[in-house]
């Protein structure tokens, strides 16, 4: 994603700025200030106002910079937050006391940069935001997901997604974000633990004592918030069909891991490989080094992906403790409404679903 995309995409989508909002846990009552000149030549991409006061000022970088244009990013950064220090507003704009500056930039720049944006050190202020290359949802890339990727870079993995799926379906995650959207009417906050056991549990999915994995799956994917309330992209994708919310997963999140995947299998339409072999095939493609959230772990997160692509999409078959797997059809070959349909017909979602709605209308 080019640079003038980002911008053209901040200026002209007002779901995008409410979700920048939503982020900075601020109201919709803002103004966004596009090439906002400051001081010494320095011209900010945006100047966000929330009742006239500045509340964040935005750098935005495209997808493709390498690691000296990232640089000058960060430092650009620092200066917006000199700029709140020193209380410097050539248009006589007050600085609202939780001022950020956000350097924003597409989710390319995670997983197809020779840099690891762990490894820099941010100004106090700023905040990390990735837009989407795909569907545009912004998130906030907070300090455990950066220790998590210098951790990465030390214990040399490759990083090709950055979006977690480990012990969880994708139809988790679905019923889990629909249900945060019933509950943010009524809610200001959800204890993950205590919805727990109160009321998810009562569905008895596969991962029926380990809701905590389809929360974190949900935070990375920029669907809730440090509130586990539904983002203002969450709200949209909890309104969508299950076929319709999954096939945006994969497109969006999941393909990387996929295509890895289906390079294992090779075109066949069987195979015999158990989950340490198909770890060992990735493995050994990327010259003996570990593929974040895809082969750590000794093959969990292997079965993990073979369990979703199973059960969410029908797109492979296999009996439990099995290494002869059965494939069905690449979802990665699929446009969205093929994919649809293929998850309609195919998925164990829809039994859960229906297990969900029949608890709800019991509260």
């Known amino acids: 994603m080019k640079e003038n995309r980002v911008h053209d995409l901040i200026i002209q989508n007002q779901d995008i700025q409410h979700g920048i909002n939503s982020l900075l846990s601020i109201s919709n009552n803002t103004n966004y200030v596009h090439e906002d000149k400051y001081i010494n030549g320095i011209t900010a991409d945006f100047t966000v106002l929330e009742n006239n006061k500045i509340r964040a000022i935005i ?3 495209a997808g493709d910079i390498g690691v000296t244009d990232y640089v000058r990013g960060i430092g650009q950064s620092l200066q917006y937050e000199y700029f709140y220090d020193e209380k410097i507003s050539p248009k006589g704009f007050k600085y609202h006391q939780n001022f950020n500056s956000i350097l924003l930039f597409p989710s390319s720049v995670v997983k197809e940069n020779n840099f690891n944006i762990g490894d820099f050190k941010y ?7 990735e837009i989407n290359d795909t569907n545009s949802i912004i998130r906030h890339i907070e300090q455990k997901e950066l220790n998590k990727l210098k951790q990465a870079s030390l214990s040399g993995l490759v990083t090709i997604s950055q ?4 012990d969880t379906r994708i139809y988790e995650a679905y019923i889990l974000l629909k249900h945060l959207s019933y509950l943010s009417h009524t809610y200001d906050f959800v204890n993950r633990t205590q919805l727990e056991h109160e009321f998810l549990r009562k569905i008895g999915t596969q991962n029926n004592n380990n809701w905590r994995n389809a929360f974190i799956t949900l935070a990375s994917l920029g669907l809730i918030t440090s509130q586990n309330l539904p983002t203002p992209f969450g ?3 909890a309104h969508l069909t299950f076929e319709a919310f999954a096939s945006k997963i994969m497109f969006s999140y999941m393909q990387p891991y996929v295509k890895e995947l289906y390079e294992v299998f090779n075109h066949n339409r069987f195979i015999q490989l158990n989950n340490q072999e198909i770890k060992d095939f990735i493995f050994h493609k990327y010259n003996n080094r570990d593929v974040l959230f895809l082969t750590e772990s000794d093959g969990r997160y292997i079965s993990s992906w073979l369990n979703i692509l199973r059960d969410d999409f029908g797109c492979i078959n296999f009996q439990p403790r099995s290494s002869q797997r ?3 059809y690449n979802p990665i070959e699929l446009n969205e409404l093929s994919l ?5 017909k195919s998925s164990k979602a829809y039994e859960y679903i229906e297990k969900y709605n029949n608890l709800l209308r019991t509260l």
């Open 235 to 237: 709200f949209a994708f």
């Open 340 to 344: 649809q349909q293929y998850i309609k």
């Open 123 to 129: 100004p106090l202020s700023t905040l990390l935001f």
């Open 326 to 328: 059965e494939i069905i």
């Open 59 to 61: 750098e935005c970088k």
């Open 163 to 166: 979006y977690y799926f480990r």
